[in-house]
């Protein structure tokens, strides 16, 4: 998801270094549909983002809470869940730095990203989209209006998979990228 805006800038930018472009759950600019995940917004929102940031940095027991109630959101199956989120959340703890950073300019890249659609329409380059179709947040709507844009996308909305589709949905995430129109250079986010 965070990784699909400066792929997309890139691929944009350097459309000749690209053989195609593969957009996972991913977001670039303010859409209809779009709904930040809670803690997203709560740590994008200036001011608040502030008392939050303070709020997490004294209590372990609400940072772990917290993490593992919106990243749990992100899969489908329990088990998967119970298995997963512990291991992202000891992954996560060294990189917050690099999360708050993320989301204290995450508004502003939203917002100013509109100015590159007439890039995105251009964009000759295979595009392959693929969505989890039960995703609340990038959701089927935000991945329609991708297709929309980039005039060579093909759309994949995995029905049931949420926000980390390739966790919900691996064997199907890995044979739509492994398939996709490929040739010498890729860029895929």
Same mark, same amino acid.
């Given at each position: 998801?965070?990784?699909?805006?400066?792929?997309?800038?890139?691929?944009?930018?350097?459309?000749?270094?690209?053989?195609?472009?593969?957009? &996972?759950?991913?977001?670039?600019?303010?859409?209809?549909?779009?709904?930040?995940?809670?803690?997203?917004?709560?740590?994008?929102?200036?001011?608040?983002?502030?008392?939050?940031?303070?709020?997490?940095?004294?209590?372990?027991?609400?940072?772990?809470?917290?993490?593992?109630?919106?990243?749990?959101?992100?899969?489908?199956?329990?088990?998967?869940?119970?298995?997963?989120?512990?291991?992202?959340?000891?992954?996560?703890?060294?990189?917050r730095p690099a999360f708050?950073?993320?989301?204290?300019?995450?508004?502003?890249?939203?917002?100013?990203?509109?100015?590159?659609?007439?890039?995105?329409?251009?964009?000759?380059?295979?595009?392959?989209?693929?969505?989890?179709?039960?995703?609340?947040?990038?959701?089927?709507?935000?991945?329609?209006?991708?297709?929309?844009?980039?005039?060579?996308?093909? &759309?994949?909305? &995995?029905?049931?998979?949420?926000?980390?589709?390739?966790?919900?949905?691996?064997?199907?995430?890995a044979r739509l990228i &492994?398939?996709?129109?490929?040739?010498?250079?890729?860029?895929?986010?």
């Amino acid at each position: 998801d965070a990784s699909g805006p400066p792929a997309i800038d890139w691929a944009l930018a350097h459309p000749e270094r690209v053989s195609a472009l593969i957009l &996972l759950n991913a977001y670039y600019y303010w859409m209809k549909t779009l709904r930040p995940p809670e803690a997203i917004f709560l740590f994008s929102t200036p001011v608040v983002r502030n008392v939050a940031r303070m709020v997490i940095g004294r209590s372990d027991y609400l940072d772990r809470k917290l993490y593992a109630w919106q990243v749990g959101r992100f899969v489908r199956d329990e088990e998967v869940r119970n298995e997963v989120v512990p291991l992202f959340y000891s992954q996560f703890r060294p990189a917050r730095p690099a999360f708050w950073a993320l989301n204290e300019d995450l508004l502003r890249g939203v917002l100013s990203r509109s100015k590159m659609i007439p890039k995105m329409k251009a964009f000759g380059r295979p595009v392959r989209i693929i969505f989890g179709g039960a995703d609340p947040y990038l959701n089927a709507g935000v991945a329609r209006r991708f297709h929309e844009l980039f005039p060579t996308s093909e &759309l994949f909305l &995995l029905p049931g998979a949420r926000h980390y589709v390739q966790v919900d949905e691996p064997e199907e995430v890995a044979r739509l990228i &492994l398939s996709a129109p490929l040739h010498a250079k890729v860029a895929f986010y």
